[in-house]
């Protein structure tokens, strides 16, 4: 069975000349379906650059891109946003809710988005999707008057609305308390054994990462471990 | 595309004071471009109806006819012709081609004519005249003779005339008096001065007095014809136009008012252009406020624009979301300034009551529709460069802002 992601030999350079960093050098990983994989390492070793071109947000310098079968590198931008669209969920450390909108308005965004209206079966999903967050009573409240663990579980919500078959999350409970941390990463655990959704989640948090049943170490922009 | 026309929508009830601000920028300048066109339009109006309401706005007079060659028109000849005053050109057919002028769309009136020359005299007084007959019933056809009368009536009949108030007081004539009205060809009447009027211009209020057609008839010797046909309009300025049709329908030459008043079209032109510059100014003045508030907008909301990005919204969507906006601040103010620039109108006098002192605004000429258009056209144009830079947001620096 081929994997759902895999990239090889990926290198990521900002810059030209002597102001050239390069943050990736080499960098490979193959992910599985279904796998909850922690992403570890210092800060600057490159697990940030690394979600970011797995999520199709930036392309690498060098390297190869495959997931589900297709080429990532050779595709043009409004072929990667679809894909990111229909494949991809992101989770970010602080949740980057749109302000103006009300929970489940930003949970069905991706879905509107794609099908340029808000339909009833979305508007389901997405109901549904918030009441399992725990987040039943806050369906209709705008997002600016939720708390941050409640901020972070619509984030996860939205992320899972248009059922993709990866979720990359960027240090998700950096910004919560531990009992919110706790309750994130809890959903994020049943929805993986649930659904066979596959989590890659950065920390720097070892208690979280040992509740995943994978750790990748990223160091000096490579994969060490 | 209807959600990201609810984005947008959303966009701006978000920030309601901003937004409201914003229209009324606009709505500003669409009510400036309204009072302009209602003043430049009204004051031409104005202008037209002072100089040009009393005249005839086509005009058929007849041809002097070239006098016969009486010697071979072999080898080269050379005619020398005098226009002798005493001999009238006249219109034949005129009793012809009333009905087929009259039946003409957009003719208003038709007043067949005959004019020329006498001398008015009382006593030992004598003053050179210019003579007009017209059909009984139709004096205000043309001119609103009846409008200028200030003593007596301007109905004219047999043995009757009527005659300008400087006239009338070079003479010291009055209501009553019996005149002689002798024509350029000799035959003498004797008339009963029936009417004074006063139109305000000198050279027709001091020289020229009206007479009945039939009287007309036995002073220049026309037992049939007239020497010229007037045509009034409803719109004077389908003279042109008008003119050509009467020509093309009866042969006749027919000359529109256009034709004498080069210098006044020029005038009203430049008048018009000046109109156009100032509603330029006041759109591009639209254009610029929504496109700076959008780009401070969009610069906000970087941030949101890379989320969305990262959610998989495309250029094109983000790029509608920023014109759907600028669309719907122009169609708000637009329709927010038409309303201001129609209520500011209703108090000024209709265009038929324009009188002199008072600004000549003629809310029928407010071209709230084309304001609008314009406007929701500009404040598009004017949200294609924030909502092209909208789209140009790098998802990953944005979400890290």
Redesign the interface.
């Given at each position: 069975m081929s994997p759902l992601l895999e990239v090889r030999d990926l290198v990521k350079t900002f810059g030209t000349g002597e102001a050239a960093t390069r943050v990736l050098r080499g960098l490979t990983l193959v992910l599985d379906t279904g796998e909850m994989a922690a992403l570890l390492g210092p800060s600057g070793s490159g697990k940030s650059t690394l979600l970011?071109i797995l999520?199709t947000?930036?392309k690498p310098t060098s390297g190869s891109h495959m997931m589900l079968g297709q080429d990532l590198i050779a595709a043009d931008?409004?072929a990667l946003?679809?894909f990111?669209?229909?494949h991809i969920g992101?989770v970010?450390q602080f949740h980057?809710?749109?302000?103006?909108?009300t929970a489940l308005e930003n949970v069905i965004?991706?879905t509107?988005?794609?099908?340029?209206?808000?339909t009833a079966t979305a508007r389901t999903r997405g109901r549904d999707l918030l009441v399992r967050m725990g987040l039943g009573e806050r369906i209709d409240f705008p997002s600016t008057s939720l708390s941050g663990g409640q901020k972070q579980r619509v984030a996860v919500a939205?992320a899972l609305m248009?059922g993709p078959e990866l979720v990359l999350a960027d240090e998700p409970t950096g910004n919560l308390d531990r009992a919110s941390a706790m309750q994130v990463m809890n959903l994020i655990g049943q929805i993986n054994r649930e659904e066979g959704t596959t989590f890659l989640i950065s920390t720097h948090d070892e208690k979280i990462a040992a509740l995943c049943r994978r750790q990748v170490v990223v160091a000096d922009g490579k994969v060490t471990g | 595309m209807l959600y990201a026309f609810k984005i947008a929508g959303r966009y701006l009830t978000a920030n309601k004071a901003q937004t409201a601000l914003l229209v009324l920028g606009v709505a500003v300048g669409v009510f400036i471009f309204i009072f302009m066109s209602a003043l430049i339009g009204g004051l031409a109006e104005f202008i037209l109806s002072r100089t040009v309401g009393d005249i005839s706005h086509i005009t058929i007079e007849a041809e002097t006819a070239d006098p016969p060659l009486l010697i071979s028109p072999e080898g080269h000849v050379l005619v020398a012709t005098e226009q002798a005053s005493a001999r009238t050109a006249t219109l034949a057919d005129a009793a012809t081609w009333l009905p087929l002028i009259e039946a003409v769309a957009g003719v208003r009136a038709v007043s067949p004519q005959i004019t020329g020359a006498g001398f008015l005299s009382r006593s030992a007084q004598v003053s050179q005249v210019s003579v007009t007959g017209v059909e009984p019933g139709r004096e205000s056809a043309i001119l609103d003779l009846e409008g200028y009368i200030i003593e007596g009536t301007a109905r004219l009949g047999s043995g009757i005339l009527v005659l300008g108030r400087k006239l009338a007081d070079d003479l010291a004539l009055s209501l009553g008096q019996t005149l002689r009205l002798q024509s350029s060809g000799g035959v003498t009447a004797v008339l009963t001065l029936a009417g004074i009027y006063e139109t305000g211009d000198g050279r027709m209020d001091g020289g020229r007095v009206f007479v009945s057609l039939s009287t007309a008839r036995t002073l220049f010797a026309m037992p049939q014809g007239v020497t010229r046909i007037e045509i009034k309009l409803d719109d004077l300025n389908a003279a042109d136009a008008t003119a050509l049709r009467i020509r093309s329908l009866t042969g006749l030459d027919a000359v529109p008012w256009t034709d004498g008043a080069a210098q006044l079209m020029e005038a009203l032109n430049a008048q018009a252009q000046t109109g156009y510059f100032l509603k330029t100014f006041a759109l591009i003045t639209i254009v610029i406020g929504v496109a700076s508030a959008l780009l401070l907008s969009t610069y906000r909301r970087r941030p949101e624009i890379g989320i969305m990005r990262a959610m998989g919204a495309g250029r094109g969507f983000v790029v509608f979301v920023f014109v759907t906006q600028g669309a719907l601040i122009g169609l708000m103010g637009g329709v927010s300034g038409a309303v201001l620039g129609y209520l500011a109108l209703l108090p000024f006098p209709s265009r038929e009551a324009f009188r002199a002192g008072t600004l000549p605004m003629d809310i029928t000429q407010g071209s709230y529709g084309l304001a609008i258009t314009l406007t929701v056209i500009g404040a598009i144009l004017a949200s294609i460069l924030p909502a092209r830079s909208a789209a140009r947001v790098d998802p990953v620096t944005a979400i890290g802002q």
């Open positions: 970011t999520g947000l930036m931008d409004h946003t679809m990111r669209n229909r992101f970010f980057n809710l749109l302000p103006d909108f965004f991706p509107a988005v794609r099908e340029g209206r808000e939205r248009n | -």
